[in-house]
């Protein structure tokens, strides 16, 4: 009868100890034994990094470079959490033209209801569905040329790898080009809307290697890519600083303002030109340096800028 009670008080006697004398848990290694490596691209799964409030898609160069190797339902994009947009509204639509009462536990309610999609052909219930809406801040990609200074395209590219630190959040990058190995390092700020790009190659004395940051205007179509190349006059960029370092530069989509920082640990070349479909800047190290860090920092218009880390 007092059997049970015996056998579970010896047992409990010799787990207990058992437990306390036991390893503590390698968090790091059980954590980094699942980091993800790849060594070709897959067209519907790019790596991301981020902190909850920004994100950045990123290809296997370890930025923005390539998007025709991708699946057009998975576009590389930069978004951030207040990073919101609203095409013009010149009709004035409100949300009341979208509401219709309804009886909830028997007090008669507004909201905005569809019976059927043929209510959402109305142009305020149209506009109402579609705005606000998230954006991409920009698309930041390699600056990578031939000797000859052609443009490089993702056939040059060998011995592609990227893996992705889960412990760190950092993503790590790197290929062959033009028989020359190239590193990249991408990672986000863990508390600020800020990219760090690392580059190591000697690419970078030969002012062969650089970052690409072109600026899209948004798409009517929103889904799945809300990026629009095609139409430059619907939004605009404007250097307003600049210093041997790095830029700033306003960004301005209809109502939406925001401004872009790239700074640098050493001194940049900085071209800036706008054409018929985009706004690029393009930057690169001229030296005898074989690496460069990069940061790049978005915000809304308005902000207090605070010091780059």
Same mark, same amino acid.
């Given at each position: 009868?007092?059997?049970?009670?015996?056998?579970?008080?010896?047992?409990?006697?010799?787990?207990?100890?058992?437990?306390?004398?036991?390893?503590?848990?390698?968090?790091?290694?059980?954590?980094?034994?699942?980091?993800?490596?790849?060594?070709?691209?897959?067209?519907?799964?790019?790596?991301?990094?981020?902190?909850?409030?920004?994100?950045?898609?990123?290809?296997?160069?370890?930025?923005?470079?390539?998007?025709?190797?991708?699946?057009?339902?998975?576009?590389?994009?930069?978004?951030?959490?207040?990073?919101?947009?609203?095409?013009?509204?010149?009709?004035?639509?409100?949300?009341?033209? #979208?509401?219709?009462?309804?009886?909830?536990?028997?007090?008669?309610?507004?909201?905005?209801?569809?019976?059927?999609?043929? !209510? #959402?052909?109305?142009?305020?219930?149209?506009?109402?569905?579609?705005?606000?809406?998230?954006?991409?801040?920009?698309?930041?990609?390699?600056?990578?040329?031939?000797?000859?200074?052609?443009?490089?395209?993702?056939?040059?590219?060998?011995?592609?790898? !990227?893996?992705?630190?889960?412990?760190?959040?950092?993503?790590?990058?790197?290929?062959?080009?033009?028989?020359?190995?190239?590193?990249?390092?991408?990672?986000?700020?863990?508390?600020?809307?800020?990219?760090?790009?690392?580059?190591?190659?000697?690419?970078?004395?030969?002012?062969?290697?650089?970052?690409?940051?072109?600026?899209?205007?948004?798409? #009517?179509?929103?889904?799945?890519?809300?990026?629009?190349?095609?139409?430059?006059?619907?939004?605009?960029?404007?250097?307003?600083?600049?210093?041997?370092?790095?830029?700033?530069?306003?960004?301005?989509?209809?109502?939406?303002?925001?401004?872009?920082?790239?700074?640098?640990?050493?001194?940049?070349?900085?071209?800036?030109?706008?054409?018929?479909?985009?706004?690029?800047?393009?930057?690169?190290?001229?030296?005898?340096?074989?690496?460069?860090?990069?940061?790049?920092?978005?915000?809304?218009?308005?902000?207090?800028?605070?010091?780059?880390?």
């Amino acid at each position: 009868m007092h059997i049970r009670p015996l056998l579970l008080c010896l047992l409990s006697t010799w787990v207990v100890p058992r437990l306390a004398d036991a390893a503590p848990i390698d968090r790091y290694a059980l954590v980094t034994r699942h980091n993800p490596t790849i060594t070709a691209v897959d067209k519907a799964a790019p790596f991301m990094v981020g902190n909850g409030n920004l994100g950045f898609t990123a290809d296997i160069t370890g930025l923005q470079t390539f998007q025709e190797q991708y699946s057009a339902l998975v576009p590389l994009m930069t978004q951030a959490q207040w990073a919101w947009h609203s095409f013009p509204n010149p009709k004035g639509f409100k949300l009341a033209q #979208a509401q219709v009462p309804m009886k909830v536990r028997g007090v008669l309610q507004w909201y905005p209801y569809l019976s059927d999609w043929e !209510q #959402a052909k109305k142009p305020e219930v149209q506009w109402l569905r579609e705005n606000p809406h998230r954006f991409s801040l920009g698309r930041l990609g390699l600056y990578l040329v031939e000797a000859d200074g052609k443009t490089a395209e993702f056939s040059d590219l060998s011995a592609t790898r !990227q893996t992705l630190d889960m412990w760190t959040g950092r993503l790590a990058s790197s290929f062959v080009f033009d028989g020359t190995p190239v590193d990249v390092e991408t990672s986000v700020h863990p508390d600020r809307d800020l990219i760090i790009v690392r580059l190591r190659s000697k690419l970078l004395a030969e002012g062969r290697l650089g970052m690409d940051l072109k600026f899209p205007g948004v798409s #009517a179509n929103l889904n799945p890519d809300p990026a629009d190349w095609a139409h430059p006059e619907s939004h605009s960029t404007r250097e307003t600083a600049r210093d041997a370092n790095g830029l700033t530069l306003a960004r301005q989509l209809d109502d939406t303002r925001y401004s872009v920082r790239v700074a640098s640990d050493r001194e940049l070349t900085i071209a800036t030109r706008v054409d018929a479909v985009e706004c690029q800047v393009v930057y690169t190290r001229i030296g005898q340096h074989d690496r460069i860090a990069c940061r790049i920092v978005a915000q809304r218009a308005g902000e207090r800028e605070a010091p780059l880390p």
